[in-house]
T-cell receptor, first 114, second 116 residues
Framework: KAGVTQTPRYLIKTRGQQVTLSCSPI?????VSWYQQTPGQGLQFLFE???????NKGNFPGRFSGRQFSNSRSEMNVSTLELGDSALYLC?????????????FGNGTRLTVT | GQQLNQSPQSMFIQEGEDVSMNCTSS?????WLWYKQDPGEGPVLLIA?????ELTSNGRLTAQFGITRKDSFLNISASIPSDVGIYFC????????????????FGQGTILTVHP
């Protein structure tokens, strides 16, 4: 069974640009969550999608947005990039059934903003 | 917001030694998870705990969900060089509600170095 796939693995952008990251969940998983990982702040929750609906959102500015498609694939977008947005962006999927449904992470997209 | 205190921050051990790390919170958690992250990769799930007092093993790894629901520990027995990496605890707060399965609070990580 293929794991969570994130593309691209690496991105270099300049301040002010926007970026779109893509995530394909494990087959059969309907919930997709996004996290930002930085050395200073650690792993922080961005948002969660289930059945194409945003179910939860972390404390990030509106420049960070996402969406989920009918096949459960998800994208996140960051507009007007700032230097502080440089981070590893991780996508995770789960079955999202009541009970035992842990998150499984992809290998992330490393975003560098210059 | 919710915070998890993970300790120790780093450990330097000899191959063959046992390792113990833990996470504590001021709030109650419904779920405790332990992940390992290698450089350039995403966190990999090691053990998931869903019930207070639960003790679960995965090979040389053993983790427990604290009775108070505010803490968890992870033990690694007979460490080997490939155990090197960063270990994270993560939890789902009890007040997160029934629809927030994807929203986890993470500890700051324990960096494990194993000397051969």
């Amino acid at each position: 069974k293929a794991g969570v796939t994130q593309t691209p693995r690496y991105l270099i952008k300049t301040r002010g640009q926007q970026v779109t990251l893509s995530c394909s969940p494990i087959s059969g998983h309907r919930s997709v969550s996004w996290y930002q990982q930085t050395p200073g702040q650690g792993l922080q929750f961005l948002f969660e999608y289930f059945s194409e609906t945003q179910r939860n959102k972390g404390n990030f500015p509106g420049r960070f947005s996402g969406r989920q498609f009918s096949n459960s694939r998800s994208e996140m977008n960051v507009s007007t990039l700032e230097l502080g947005d440089s981070a590893l962006y991780l996508c995770a999927s789960s079955l999202s059934r009541r009970g035992h449904s842990p998150l499984h992470f992809g290998n992330g997209t490393r975003l560098t903003v210059t | 917001g919710q915070q998890l205190n993970q300790s120790p921050q780093s450990m330097f051990i000899q191959e063959g030694e046992d390792v113990s790390m833990n996470c504590t919170s001021s709030s109650i958690f419904n779920t405790w998870l332990w992940y390992k992250q290698d450089p350039g990769e995403g966190p990999v799930l090691l053990i998931a705990l869903y019930k207070a007092g639960e003790l679960t093993s995965n090979g040389r790894l053993t983790a427990q969900f604290g009775i108070t629901r505010k803490d968890s520990f992870l033990n690694i027995s007979a460490s080997i060089p490939s155990d090197v990496g960063i270990y994270f605890c993560a939890g789902q707060p009890a007040n997160a509600g029934g629809t927030s399965y994807g929203k986890l609070t993470f500890g700051q990580g324990t960096i494990l170095t194993v000397h051969p």
